[in-house]
């Protein structure tokens, strides 16, 4: 007859296997022994336990597993069974164990117990787990587990639940503190941001980030205009609270779009594509803005998505061109010209640069079409050069997102390269925005460009920020006076003594000046007796393709064989 081993024998087997935590219970189910392995993990003293049972420790979640692998062992001698628990540890801890339970022989008739600590694996797997579906910045829920609770709120509402609402928030302002501050405050915001968020919902909402400063909110319950009108209320004032980063007291608020289901949408990606409709309309309404959907956003949105593809098909197929305006000293002398982009829609006509521009900054085809332009318009002015039209300055606008881009630098130097047109010639024309948004960055860019010869300019001078100390800081060469107060001259009197003052100003800093938006002899007039320098607008000429231009320009310039 085959021995059966002793209970020493068959703990040394199982310890050459791995197993490093060994018990021994009676048939009641009390500790007997327990090694020092077993008492380390679990916290508790050698008394404690051996006056335990193993359903002491275990939590109560896994105490039928643990009952129905004891009841399976039977009264066999040798006869083993598995199962992982969690045991709990110090009272307040868990640690999950894989346990081997092995009916001893007769002399005991109780349970050998060996096992396997777990705890740091299946850490390690719910880490995953967890970082799979939730943002690393912030621990929101990511886009996938975002798209789950959208379908576990589809799915409720189909087994007869209530509606609920899809919000999507975005943050007004933070690209300015994040580009300004840099990125650790940027990130900082963003944790405040989102801490706030949930402090300010409730418990059965859902608040995801899915990337920058976006964020989408499933609302359960959330059924009516009233009732997102009520929550939209309480988070545009929360969030217009400070937010401490540091040594930063920071300022940010939020826009948000809301739809609601059924009423909106019946499904997950349209129901996200209506809350973005209603996203658009409340940011193009201010800051701290929110907006319910509505067809007539959708409409809209439509109508944007496709005037979008549009723009890329364009850009592919070369459909975009150069317009030049004239500049012109007050005698009508044309001394430079201004390139305008345009484009001809095959369907719509002529696109307004104020639609199309605005979309290019948003989806990122600004910077192509800005380098093809400031190319194009420096190879235009060498041809005219060619043509006998010679030493026409050329302005090219340059928009902030182009400015602030890694290449924009090597953009301005490849295009000279390409033309062969002096850098001299070349006039940058930037917004007052561009200079305060990062004015490190600002400064080290036109000190650079400055170095290659290229002129700066500053458009619409008056509208925007009118710091005067900037005018000192950069290395400016003209400034532009805004059309808006040339066009009201001859009725306000401010707008009379603010262009007066800005030519007075530029005199004694050395800048030069160009007047835009003339439009009638009266207002060439005054420019001319207050002795403003250049002047730009439809009583000069309006933009004009490139042969029509230098036609204008040769008619407007002194004959160089005159006088011979």
Not at 90 to 99: I, R
Request: with cysteine.
């Amino acid at each position: 007859m085959e021995r059966v081993p002793t209970s020493a024998e068959r703990l040394a087997l199982l310890a050459e296997h791995g197993l490093d935590l060994f018990a021994r219970l009676s048939p009641e189910g009390l500790f007997v022994e327990a090694s020092q392995g077993l008492v380390s993990l679990l916290g508790y003293s050698f008394e404690y336990l051996t006056a335990a049972r193993l359903r002491d420790v275990v939590d109560n979640e896994d105490l039928q597993p643990l009952e129905q692998a004891l009841a399976r062992l039977g009264d066999a001698p040798g006869a083993r069974e598995s199962v992982t628990v969690r045991m709990i540890k110090s009272v307040t801890q868990t640690a999950w164990v894989e346990l081997r339970l092995i009916r001893d022989g007769p002399a005991s008739g109780g349970v050998l117990v060996a096992g396997r600590d777990l705890t740091e694996p299946r850490r390690r797997e719910e880490e995953l787990e967890r970082a799979a579906a939730h943002d690393a910045l912030t621990g929101l829920p990511n886009r996938a587990l975002l798209s789950a609770r959208i379908e576990q709120a589809l799915a409720q509402k189909r087994r007869g639940g209530r509606g609920f609402a899809l919000a999507v928030a975005d943050l007004d302002g933070f690209k300015r503190i994040n580009d300004s501050l840099g990125h650790a405050v940027g990130d900082a915001l963003l944790r405040l941001v989102a801490d706030r968020l949930k402090a300010d919902l409730r418990g059965v909402d859902t608040v995801a980030r899915v990337g920058g400063d976006e964020f989408v909110l499933v609302l359960p319950e959330i059924e009516t205009p009233d009732q997102a009108d009520g929550l939209a209320r309480r988070l545009t004032e929360s969030m217009q609270l400070p937010f401490l980063v540091g040594d930063h007291t920071l300022f940010v608020t939020i826009s948000l779009g809301f739809a609601l289901h059924p009423e909106h949408a019946l499904d997950a990606d349209s129901l996200m594509h209506c809350a973005d409709a209603a996203l658009y309309r409340a940011k193009d309404l201010g800051r701290n803005r929110w907006q319910l959907f509505n067809q007539d956003l959708a409409a809209k949105r439509s109508e944007y998505l496709k005037l979008e593809h549009d723009m890329f098909e364009a850009v592919r197929n070369g459909e975009f061109l150069l317009h030049y305006q004239p500049i012109a000293k007050t005698d009508g002398t044309v001394v430079g010209a201004e390139a305008l982009m345009r484009w001809p829609h095959p369907e719509r006509g002529m696109v307004p640069p104020a639609e199309f521009i605005p979309i290019s900054e948003t989806n990122g085809l600004i910077n192509l079409l800005g380098a093809w332009a400031l190319r194009t318009a420096c190879m235009q002015a060498v041809r005219w050069d060619d043509d006998g039209l010679q030493g026409l300055s050329m302005s090219v606008n340059v928009s902030p997102r182009q400015f602030r881009h890694d290449d924009f630098f090597d953009q301005v130097r490849q295009a000279i390269a390409e033309s062969g047109i002096e850098s001299s010639r070349l006039v940058l024309e930037i917004t007052e925005g561009v200079l305060l948004h990062n004015p490190e960055h600002a400064r080290v860019m036109l000190d650079s460009l400055k170095q290659l010869g290229v002129r700066i300019a500053v458009d619409d001078f008056g509208t925007g920020y009118s710091s005067l100390s900037y005018l000192k800081r950069f290395p400016l060469s003209s400034l532009k006076i805004d059309r808006t107060f040339v066009r009201d001259m001859g009725q306000s009197v401010n707008d009379r003594v603010i262009v007066s003052a800005v030519l007075s100003l530029a005199r004694e800093l050395g800048l030069q000046v160009v007047a835009e938006g003339v439009e009638d002899i009266e207002q060439l007039k005054f420019l001319e007796g207050k002795g403003c320098p250049l002047v730009q607008g439809y009583y000069i000429g309006r933009p004009m393709p490139p042969a029509e231009f230098a036609n204008a320009a040769r008619a407007h310039r002194p004959d160089p064989d005159k006088g011979k």
